[in-house]
């Protein structure tokens, strides 16, 4: 009691002050502390890196490659499981875009995931090379009757790129070509990538090429009249 009553108002005061500021810097110390542990604590989410290999040995198996690698009016039917099925499935993760920048374009199973694609209110825009518009089976005029903007090159030189962008945010990629041969016949990859830099270089020539073979000043695209070689004779 004695030494209580030693103590000056100032003191008390100075005690007091000291107190009330240790407590404050704990409880910065305490916030700090909770933001670096959320942080810390959220699951590191991996770059996807998902592949798909071609042929499709299911359907192989199903005895449809010696028929489907001819020019017969027969398509790939929609099944479960497989490479197919799989490309299917990713491209249907589109929910605002789908921009299509493909070689050539002649199957019926992948042309109607497009046109179903289409139907659900995502914005599709597709660019291919112009002599395979000439292709027999090609989609380009089924895709147009979707209402599917469709763009191509115009010269000697073959557009001869693979690849599709979902959304702005994942890029497919890889040898393949959109056609039945590719699918049951040739060896084949496409690689599915969310990578943010390679996202944005695709996204970055996919529009310097649609820009590119613009020719709505000039000519609008409302038909095609293009010699049409044998898919055999392309090996697609």
Request: proline letters at 2%.
């Amino acid at each position: 009691m004695d030494f209580l009553k030693q103590i000056t108002p100032i003191s008390k005061r100075r005690v007091l002050f000291s107190v009330l500021s240790l407590s404050f810097f704990i409880e910065i110390l305490y916030k700090l502390y909770k933001r670096r542990r959320r942080a810390t604590g959220k699951a590191k989410v991996s770059p996807r890196t998902q592949t798909i290999w071609f042929p499709d040995t299911k359907l192989v198996n199903r005895g449809l490659r010696r028929r489907l690698s001819s020019e017969s009016s027969e398509d790939v039917s929609s099944y479960d499981g497989g490479p197919l099925t799989q490309l299917a499935d990713v491209l249907n993760e589109a929910t605002r875009t789908l921009d299509l920048c493909v070689y050539c374009f002649t199957s019926q199973y992948l042309g109607d995931v497009v046109i179903g694609i289409q139907g659900k209110g995502v914005v599709v825009r597709f660019i291919t090379d112009l002599q395979q518009m000439g292709m027999s089976k090609c989609q380009v005029d089924r895709l147009l009757k979707a209402g599917v903007s469709v763009r191509h090159n115009k010269g000697e030189f073959l557009m001869h790129n693979k690849y599709a962008i979902l959304d702005g945010t994942t890029v497919l990629t890889g040898s393949f070509n959109w056609t039945n041969n590719a699918t049951v016949a040739n060896h084949e990859n496409i690689v599915v990538l969310d990578l943010q830099q390679v996202v944005e270089d695709y996204k970055k020539n996919f529009e310097t090429l649609w820009n590119k073979f613009d020719y709505s000043k000039k000519s609008n695209l409302t038909a095609i009249d293009v010699e049409r070689p044998s898919m055999s004779a392309m090996g697609l």
